[in-house]
């Protein structure tokens, strides 16, 4: 549920959610220390502390605020960063918290102190600033303090990202066509195929005893470089198809022409950009023994394979996969006009992207990537370097889609306040029903995932933009197209 609206990998709209008028009280260094320490006196204090803000500049996603904190009220901050002082710090003479204010200053300094009251200035007074002038801000605030002294008004700025304002243009009434792909006989017969294959049986070849090109063997090896067994370089009744290039080069060929239960050697080098450092590009020696010979066995494409597959004749196993496929085809179909439909409405707004959001998708983006890149087995170092990519460039490839996810997701979210879309408790319940029918556990279980994950407002709005996706595609102008793929 990491993306926008769930499903497999959208490549426009992907957008890794959180609660965006949520603002995590993070400063500078000094700030977030205080936070914990005068967080008391702060509720004591916000009372009667008087300031003044306003909107200084507005630009690129960003705004700057000017905030004025009266000298009688920064003076109060003085005061309470001095006695802070005298608690933390020993002072020769005097006990903790008892070193007269002359003493304090002349050992720390007064501008160590005076950036101590500025800290806790900006820490009790920045979320009201915001607030006074109707920012929702994204990510963490810069400050830059501007004037501070005893007796005098303390002056800083704040500069911070802030959510985009949106003009939206007409997004109802939409012109856009729906390609759906009509499903072929072939397509239908190439499936069921496929499917014959992967229930294919290994038998063993009795005529012969010699290996050809295309058998499946079983065979033991071990390895050796420079007369020494390595490590991962030996197996016993392993199973290997000649010819699939699943080995080093040349070993296959070289198994060509061996024959059952004669010992042999394969002479081979290990490429230059193997995976394992230890080995690449060293000259290596297997001895090898088959032990069997196999080919693949199809079974008989009638009746009996359908029911194997848990349907009756072969022919309502055929109507099964052209049903599945169109179901795929109508999926695919739906996402495209949706991508559709956004890119159209995205074209006509414009607006200033903040630039946290989109690094921050970037980044989702590229954590998923190498997700995938490992699953297939491959090492993300690997990958890199096979690629001759770096990270950044990689960042750089994800950039645009990235730009286009953010953008979408604005777009959804105003969309779906102007409309009042919402998600009820009963939708999201029914959602929990539908996860639960498709991982076979119960709904208890599935909830208690996203609740101990905290995943269930992503959960939440993932559903919220399933329904305002809906509701464009349902308000908007389309025209069917049927196409069909070219088949081998």
Known sequence: MD?????????VRTITYFALGFYRVFFLARVSKLSAGYGIIWLVLREDLVLNSLIEKKEGGRVTLKVTIPAQDFDKNYAEAIKRAAREHNFPGFRKGHAPKPIIISRLGESYLLS?????????????AMKDNNIQPIGDPQFDVEQVNEHEDFIYTLTVEVMPEINLPEYKGVKAVKKIRKISDTEVDEFVENTRKRQAQLVAIEDRDTVENGDYILFDFKGFINDEPFEGGAAENYTLKIGSNSFIPGFEDQMIGKKIGEAGEVHVNFPEDYHQESLAGKPAVFKVTVKEIKK???PELDDEFAKDLGKETLAEFKDQV????????????????????????????EFDVPPSMIEMQIDSMVTDFKARVEYQGISWETYLEHSGKTVDEIKKDFEPKALQAVKNFFILRDVAKLENITVADEELDAKFEELAAGYQVSKEMIREYYENNNRVEDLRHDILTEKTLRFLVDNASVEEEEFETETK
Not at 120 to 126: A, D, G, P
């Open 116 to 128: 101590e009251a500025a800290s806790l200035s900006i820490y009790m007074t920045q979320a009201q």
């Open 296 to 298: 693949e066995e199809l």
């Open 3 to 11: 993306d926008l609206r769930g499903g497999s990998n959208p490549p």
């Open 322 to 349: 052209r049903s599945d496929l169109e179901k795929q085809a109508e999926n695919a179909a739906t996402y495209d006009l949706e991508n559709s439909i956004l890119n159209i409405i995205a074209d006509q707004t």
